[in-house]
């Protein structure tokens, strides 16, 4: 059973970057979304990846060209580097896994971790 942790959360200004960690024993057989929820919003899927050796990855419209994911299976770690931060991404963002292909419905993912902040204010 896997123990998403995630790390990397916090404030920065407009334009700055932040590099989200999710780490987990075992979590390399697993694939593997960032989701992040706004107080008074949905959650919304951001992207994903998947376990295969060329780890194909998909990403939300608001993100792509920002954002990238990656994983190391060295580490048991899921990257999200933000580049680009704008007013309307700061949320909770989450890690969540599980196994087989890559969907974006954050209802199939069966492991979650709490959540990391990040906030963007100048």
């Known amino acids: 059973q896997l123990q998403l942790e995630e790390s990397g959360g916090g404030l920065v200004q407009p334009g700055g970057s932040l590099r989200l960690a999710c780490n987990s024993s075992?979590?390399?057989?697993?694939?593997v979304g960032w989701f992040r929820q706004a107080p008074g919003k949905e959650r919304e899927g951001v992207s994903c990846?998947?376990?295969?050796?060329?780890?194909?990855?998909h990403y939300a419209d608001s993100v792509k060209g920002r954002f990238t994911i990656s994983r190391d299976n060295s580490e048991n770690a899921v990257y999200l580097q933000m580049n680009n931060l704008k007013p309307e991404d700061p949320a909770v963002y989450f890690c969540a896994a599980k196994p087989g292909l890559v969907v974006r419905d954050s209802r199939t993912y069966d492991y979650w971790g709490q959540g990391t902040q990040v906030t963007v204010s100048s």
């Open positions: 990846i998947s376990t295969t050796v060329d780890g194909s990855t």
């Open positions: 075992g979590l390399m057989y697993y694939t």
